[in-house]
């Protein structure tokens, strides 16, 4: 069972502890420790008690769409590494599906006939997580399973509340301050009618989140637009209105979203570290399932 969010509202800010002389040099070699730490405690989980060794965990695919925008291409390794810094022992790997290297067909050519967890990083069901990445994982010789996309789910909300505040969204609001606020999710959009459920569960859980409306918008395919939900918006008198970037990494559809934000607009998910627990949480669920449930539809994931 995932936690309930952990919650930015607080009004007390804690002071600082003074630091010592050379806390720099503390910090780091604290730092250090904390990696062999961590390291060793890695090696050892692959021993079994009775001295065997264990097998190797399966290794960890994270699968990106890809983008023209060089920022994309960073954001996600960013995130790779808050994944192998979270758990070591597995072996994290990158592929795209399309305009980056390495190209996701390359990336399992190089795992030969290891066993490989595909993780999607792609927000909800569509063509991407129903057709491309499970043909691209069956005309390999690795041995995959292709994990659930990462929304909807609690930890990408937190995320996206994260984000919103990073932006200026107030955490205490008045009740005529929240009477006029509201949110537009800003999503990629998709033909395809599962990838709509998905998005306006994020944003239901959102709304909730905030306490305010919360309306799903798109930047291709799909309606509304997010222009065009702005403009509902503010004829019901929400005047403060604040748009969420529901979208991995930066790239042209968040940068014209936030451009249509009349307040304020949030940064794209990207390396937030719920974000990294969030990616571990659909490893760990896959290679806990049991096999027959892996060929079965995708359902919506919470």
């Known amino acids: 069972m995932t936690p309930s969010p952990r919650s930015y509202d607080e009004s007390a800010q804690h002071p600082q502890s003074p630091r010592p002389p050379g806390g720099a040099h503390l910090d780091s070699t604290a730092h250090i420790m904390d990696r062999i730490t961590s390291q060793l405690g ?25 983008s023209r925008d060089p920022r994309a291409l960073s954001t996600v390794g960013a995130l790779a590494e808050r994944v192998r810094e979270l758990r070591p022992d597995v072996p994290v790997h990158l592929g795209h599906i399309e305009l980056n290297a390495p190209l996701l067909p390359d990336t399992l050519a190089g795992l030969g006939t290891a066993e490989a967890v595909l993780v999607p990083l792609l927000l909800s069901r569509g063509y991407h997580v129903k057709q491309d990445i499970p043909e691209m994982a069956a005309a390999a010789s690795a041995r995959t399973r292709v994990a659930a996309p990462l929304g909807p789910h609690p930890l990408l909300v937190e995320t996206l509340y994260a984000r919103l505040v990073e932006a200026g969204w107030r955490t205490r609001m008045t009740d005529e301050q929240r009477r006029t606020s509201a949110v537009v999710l800003a999503a990629a959009g998709s033909r395809d009618p599962d990838s709509d459920v998905d998005t306006r569960r994020t944003a239901q859980l959102l709304a909730e989140r905030l306490g305010v409306p919360v309306v799903p918008a798109y930047a291709t395919t799909a309606a509304p637009t997010v222009p065009a ?11 403060r209105v604040a748009v969420a970037s529901y979208f991995t990494a930066p790239g042209r559809f968040a940068t014209e979203c936030a451009e249509a934000a009349p307040w304020i607009a949030a940064a794209p998910l990207g390396a937030h570290p719920s974000m990294a627990h969030l990616i571990l949480h659909r490893y760990d669920e896959t290679v806990a399932a049991p096999a027959t449930s892996l060929t079965r539809e995708l359902a919506p994931a919470m």
């Open 229 to 239: 939900a702005v403009r509902a918006l503010t004829a019901r008198g929400r005047h």
């Open 42 to 66: 890695s090696q050892l989980s692959l021993i079994s008690l009775d001295g065997s060794r264990r097998p190797a965990p399966p290794a960890l695919v994270l699968v990106g769409h890809g």
